[in-house]
Structure formats: structure tokens, C-alpha cells
């Protein structure tokens, strides 16, 4: 069995705040540390329930977090940016299951670092549904016909997950106090709990059908403001809602749908002043 493993940072074990996702600041090299220890525990579970094939995609930031001369030997890491599936770069039709580990809530909801891809975004919508990175990244492993199996994260993105997908295995490895505080397992338990719903995901595979996007979606973007939304509207194809910070693209996909929203997102991060 070919398994995909897609690895944000947000919703791993004992992370709080920014101060443990960002390169710049001082807790980040901790973090990579237990996200590579939290993503070898899914791997080494994957091997032992019989997969034979595993692929890695670092998917935070630069995407170049996951310590590779730690990671467990025998899988494959894709690693750094640009990539033209970002957070589910080389998933495709040969895989039989996805997971999604270190995920968290979608923008402007209740959990920790709850975000979509940049700051700038206040939502994102699929044929005017409300969704996040799980869902929009979830989507594309449909349009593959690859189920996602585990969502692991905080306790908000398993409850975003378990509302998307039926039958899906869901991991809370932390507690949402507030979006920069948490109650959380330590890793050794969180190391458990994951080995434990990995075998359990695997398990129930049968049980959990992709989440099949819609033909020709509509794709909307709501920005904070909007200068956000003038540089999004610079991509060929897209408008502006009148009245509204909404950038609006008609794809033919949601392969085309997901890669409009990261040209539209890379170019809002240019705007200057917020």
C-alpha cells in the first residue's frame, strides 16, 4: 500500500504560538525537532500495519522544516517551496490513503494558529462553502480519488475533519485554550495516541470515500482588505466582488482552483501596509 503524508507545524503536539512555526524566532528549532519525532511515529506505524511505500510532504512555510537526517530511514521526504501542489505536492492517483498530520482550524475560527495559507485570508470558498487548508487540500486528494484517512492535529482541526469527511480517524494531539495557547499531551503521549489512530485509520480505509470536489468550482478569496485584493485580482481571469474584499476565479478543476489560490495569495503578500 502506497500511503502520502502531507505535515503542516501548526497543529503539532505542544506548539502554542508563532514563536514555534516561525524560522526566525527562538523556539522554532524545538519545534522541528518534535514534528520530525511526531511524523516518524506515523511513518513507523504505516510500516509496521504493512504500507510499503510512504511519501512525506513538508508543508509549513518554506516546506524545508522536517529534519531529514532524523526522519525515518526508509521513506521518501519532498522538501522547499515552490512546489505546484504546495501542501499536496506529489500525491496522485497511485496512492491508496492520505493523512494529514500537524493540521489546524481554518481562518477565523476558534483554534490554535487557526489560519488559511497566509494572514491575509479571512475565508476561502469552494462554490460559495467555507473551507480551509484540510478541506481545500482534501479536495485535491478527491480529485485523485485518494481518501483521506487521518487528520492529526488540535482538537479544532479533528472537529473540522470529522465534519468533512465521514468516517475519517481523527488524532487531537492538544486542547484549544485560545489561538495562542493550549492544553497539550507531551510528545512520548502524543507519540502513542498517533501510533494508536494510525493503525486505526489503515484499518478502517475501506470505510472512508475521497471527498469528490465539484466540476468547474468556483473559486472565492476574502481578503482582510482590500489592497489584498487588488493584488490577487493581478492574476488573469479573476474579479473583484463588487462592495466586497472577495476575488472571485471560475476554474476548470480544483487542481487549477488550488494553484489560482496560491498565485492569489503569494501576490497579496506583497501589499505593504494593512
Known amino acids: 500500500m502506497k500511503l502520502y503524508v502531507s505535515v503542516d ?4 503536539t505542544g506548539l502554542p504560538d508563532y514563536t514555534y512555526v516561525d524560522s526566525s524566532m527562538h523556539n522554532y528549532g524545538r ?5 520530525t519525532d511526531e511524523v516518524n511515529y506515523v511513518i513507523d506505524a504505516a510500516y509496521k500495519f504493512g504500507c510499503g511505500d510512504i511519501l512525506v510532504n513538508d508543508s509549513h512555510s518554506k516546506m524545508n522544516n522536517i529534519l531529514i ?14 512546489k505546484p501542489l504546495s501542501m499536496v505536492q506529489g500525491l496522485d492517483r497511485t496512492y491508496e490513503g492520505a493523512m494529514f498530520v500537524g493540521y489546524h482550524a481554518r481562518a477565523g475560527q476558534f483554534g490554535v494558529m487557526s489560519h488559511a495559507m497566509i494572514h491575509a485570508v479571512r475565508n476561502f470558498y469552494i462554490n ?5 487548508e484540510l478541506g481545500f487540500n482534501a479536495y485535491v486528494a478527491g480529485h485523485f480519488g ?15 475533519a470529522e465534519e ?18 493550549v492544553k497539550s499531551l507531551t510528545p512520548k503521549k502524543a507519540g502513542e495516541l498517533l ?6 485509520a489503515l484499518e478502517n480505509r475501506h470505510n472512508v470515500q475521497p471527498l469528490v470536489p465539484p466540476e468547474n468550482p468556483v473559486l472565492k478569496i476574502e481578503f482582510n482588505n482590500h489592497g489584498q485584493a487588488e493584488w490577487g485580482n493581478l492574476m488573469p481571469g479573476t474579479e473583484i466582488v463588487p462592495g466586497t474584499t472577495i476575488v472571485k476565479y471560475n476554474a476548470k478543476d480544483i487542481v487549477e482552483a488550488y494553484q489560482a489560490m496560491l498565485v492569489m495569495t503569494e501576490l497579496a503578500m506583497r501589499t505593504t501596509f494593512s
Open 9 to 12: 507545524m501548526e497543529g503539532i
Open 31 to 35: 519545534a522541528r525537532k518534535i514534528m
Open 69 to 82: 537526517d532524523q526522519l525515518h530511514p526508509d521513506a521518501q521526504l519532498i522538501t522547499g517551496e515552490v
Open 128 to 132: 460559495d462553502k467555507p473551507i480551509g
Open 146 to 160: 485518494v481518501p483521506v484517512l487521518l487528520v492529526a492535529g488540535d482538537d479544532q482541526a479533528a472537529k473540522e
Open 164 to 181: 468533512l469527511i465521514p468516517n475519517i480517524t481523527t488524532a487531537a494531539v492538544k486542547e484549544t485554550i485560545s489561538r495562542s495557547s
Open 195 to 200: 501510533t494508536q489512530k494510525v493503525t486505526q
